[in-house]
């Protein structure tokens, strides 16, 4: 009996670093810190805090969630078509998200919150105040606990995770973030005066080449003002209920495929015309899926 209280209080000793850190959460941090600063500079997300979600969500990546799903914060099925696990939280045999990777959940945690209404308002605070935007993703509902809040500061400043906050690129610090908007769930932003595809591309963390092939453009197209520029690869069809569209004057069918974050090819095809033998005139109704 001895011997196992021993070798048990061994483990507990090997298991604990400086300052009260455990091991398993510096391993966690050491493994995914580049992905949230990453996603900091793409989304104007604190990485304080995505880690400290991350680990406190995910169990330092050891839950049944991050180990089957992927899936390090916690983030249930609403709106979502892709692969899905069922597992006890809240309720019993509640519906959450599978990814396939940590990355991708990473990604699609940022963009949950960039996305959201009823988070936009943590988008006013600093980068490196992550004490309001623990606060807020509390008061905005992220989690039930009442100390959620209180968790997320004490891990942050447990861990100085506070120093990733001012890890910017020399590229990101100088830009005026754009604000992330979604269509046919895909983030994209709009174009302001003096934008081009290479500042966006930089903003975002995107390669140029990437960011034009997205939105159907050509090599040295310059952005207009008012122009949607989707971040991520556009979908073969739209969302329901858009079903189809009545051509209104002036609309080209690029205009109809960034609208509803339809590939240009797609349209085309879908509506079974060519970018040669087609140009949409108003009172035409246009197929979406």
């Given at each position: 009996m001895k011997k196992h209280v021993v070798l048990s209080l061994f483990l507990f000793a090997m298991a604990i670093t400086t300052q009260g850190q455990t091991n398993d959460y510096v391993e966690y941090i050491n493994q995914y810190k580049d992905i949230a600063i990453e996603q900091m500079n793409k989304y104007h997300i604190p990485a304080s805090i995505t880690l400290a979600q991350g680990l406190l969500e995910s169990g330092a990546g050891k839950s049944e969630l991050a180990q089957k799903a992927n899936n390090h914060f916690g983030i249930k099925c609403h709106s979502w078509d892709g692969k899905r696990i069922y597992h006890d939280d809240d309720k019993k045999g509640e519906c959450f998200r599978v990814y396939k990777s940590v990355r991708d959940s990473y990604e699609d945690h940022s963009i949950f919150l960039s996305t959201g209404s009823r988070y936009a308002f943590l988008f006013k605070y600093a980068q490196t105040d992550y004490e309001n935007?623990?606060?807020g993703l509390k008061r905005a509902g992220y989690a039930t606990s009442p100390t959620y809040a209180n968790k997320l500061i004490e891990i942050i400043e447990r861990y100085d995770l506070d120093r990733f906050d001012r890890a910017q690129s020399n590229k990101s610090k100088n830009l005026t973030p754009h604000t992330p908007y979604m269509a046919n769930d895909i983030v994209y932003i709009i174009a302001r005066q003096g934008d081009t595809m290479q500042s966006i591309a930089e903003e975002f963390g995107i390669p140029k080449r990437k960011l034009i092939c997205y939105n159907d453009l050509y090599r040295k197209y310059v952005p207009v003002k008012g122009d949607i520029i989707y971040l991520h690869r556009k979908h073969r069809k739209a969302q329901k209920p858009h079903v189809q569209h009545t051509v209104r004057?002036?609309?080209?069918?690029?205009?109809?495929?960034?609208?509803?974050?339809?590939?240009?090819?797609?349209?085309?095809?879908?509506?079974k015309a060519t970018y040669d033998t087609y140009s949409p005139m108003p009172g035409d109704v246009v197929r979406l899926r």
């Open positions: 935007w623990a606060r004057d002036g609309e080209s069918m690029y205009m109809i495929s960034q609208k509803y974050g339809i590939r240009l090819n797609r349209l085309y095809k879908m509506n």
